[in-house]
């Protein structure tokens, strides 16, 4: 009788062998599977640090007015954020179009003023390249919309005397961030003439009686709830010396004004002004020839009484942006609101016709029936306070006043 034990060993052998092989596959797909979760894990929580980043990115980009400054805004937030990001967006975007640069932003201005934030950057797999996949490619999106500082209207007018704002053929300001808020409810509150345009996100009047005439009047509310004073009481106003630091006209063609105060001056022919940075107290009638060019850098325009006044007598090009630090901080101009008398004295102030007028910051002037007269091209980021406003052939494009010194996203807000 033959033995069957070593036929039974040999078989016994083989399924060991075959089991020994399966082992190893199923070990290498375990392997394999977890260390693609592990990937598929890292690649999350990349994903999620590069939106946070795009998100503060985007929101630091919403405060500069130019795209190329947008873009660099953008850029040194996310190099701030994502260790190196600099370098790398360059070498791509240094690469042949054909070969498709895998770090890539993308930075788009919104028909509503908003700004879109696209950023693609490849993340490296650790275990799935063993299968090919080198790389995950993640992709963020982030959209964020600039805001006033003070969180309310760019433009309040307090008066409510009747006819508190006067808008006549010509006029054409245009925003579609900016809101007007008018507290007054005579009869009527506003006139409005033909061949006017008012292209607001709001117009917002506390009273119900007004004067159409004509002309283009978007976002149109009556018995609205206006917002308050956003700046009553809230400025230190400076003690103004006896000793004026500049006085009478000056005649050069080029004229440096220190910070102090400027009592009754003017200058003829048609110089080049510049402001120093700090705090300069207009004292009486500061006079500008038509033709001049103002400069006013990190300026403060402070107005003791309701006679001070800066008059420009048309074709004029100015330029002022308030101070990004210090006590006055954001205000281009004030005036003193401490005195009773003086609030009870409205006086007109009076811009006249320009050839350009840059303006960033708050203006404060409730005690002024302000006037524009045959202004073009004002491009203005304001956050401005009047008793009465008149608009006479005056051409605006102006936004929310937004205080760009600050690293803090509290100036926008995120809406994707």
Wanted: hydrophobic share 40%.
């Amino acid at each position: 009788m033959l033995s069957t034990q070593p036929r039974n060993t040999a078989l016994l052998r083989n399924n060991e062998g075959n089991l020994a092989i399966i082992a190893a596959l199923v070990f290498a797909v375990i392997i394999m599977v977890a260390g693609g979760a592990i990937d598929a894990s890292m690649a999350y929580v990349e994903r999620r640090h590069m939106q946070e980043a795009l998100d503060a990115a985007v929101l630091a980009a919403t405060k500069e007015d130019d795209a190329a400054r947008r873009r660099t805004k953008a850029i040194s937030v996310l190099d701030a954020n994502l260790a190196g990001f600099k370098a790398e967006l360059a070498l791509a975007e240094s690469q042949p179009t054909s070969m498709g640069a895998k770090t890539a932003l993308g930075l788009e201005k919104n028909a509503d003023g908003s700004i879109t934030g696209t950023l693609r950057r490849p993340q490296t797999n650790i275990f799935l390249g063993i299968l090919g996949l080198d790389e995950f490619s993640l992709a963020v999106k982030s959209t964020a919309i600039a805001i006033a500082s003070a969180g309310g209207p760019c433009i309040t007018v307090l008066g409510s005397s009747g006819q508190d704002v006067l808008i006549n053929s010509g006029a054409n300001v245009k925003s579609d961030k900016c809101e007007m808020h008018v507290h007054s409810t005579a009869n009527p509150a506003f006139i409005m003439n033909s061949g006017s345009t008012i292209s607001l996100a709001k117009f917002c009047v506390k009273g119900k009686n007004y004067i159409k005439n004509g002309g283009t009047l978007s976002n149109l509310e009556t018995g609205c709830s206006v917002a308050a004073d956003p700046y009553a009481g809230k400025f230190t106003e400076p003690t103004v010396s006896s000793t004026c630091t500049t006085s009478g006209y000056f005649n050069s063609s080029t004229v440096t004004m220190q910070p102090g105060v400027h009592c009754a001056t003017g200058f003829n022919g048609t110089p080049t002004i510049t402001f120093a940075p700090g705090l300069h107290i207009i004292k009486g009638m500061m006079v500008i020839n038509s033709g001049a060019t103002v400069i006013a850098d990190g300026v403060t325009f402070y107005f003791p009484d309701t006679s001070s006044e800066i008059r420009a007598n048309g074709s004029l090009k100015f330029t002022a942006t308030a101070p990004t630090s210090g006590t006055y901080k954001g205000v281009l101009m004030f005036e003193k609101t401490s005195n009773a008398s003086n609030n009870a004295n409205k006086t007109q102030y009076i811009f006249n016709g320009s050839k350009g007028e840059t303006l960033k910051g708050i203006i404060y002037l409730p005690n002024r029936n302000v006037t524009y007269n045959s202004t073009t091209n004002v491009t203005a980021q304001i956050s401005m306070v009047v008793n009465q406003i008149i608009m006479n052939s005056a051409s605006w494009t102006i936004a929310p006043f937004v205080d760009t010194s600050s690293t803090s996203s509290g100036g926008a807000r995120l809406t994707e």
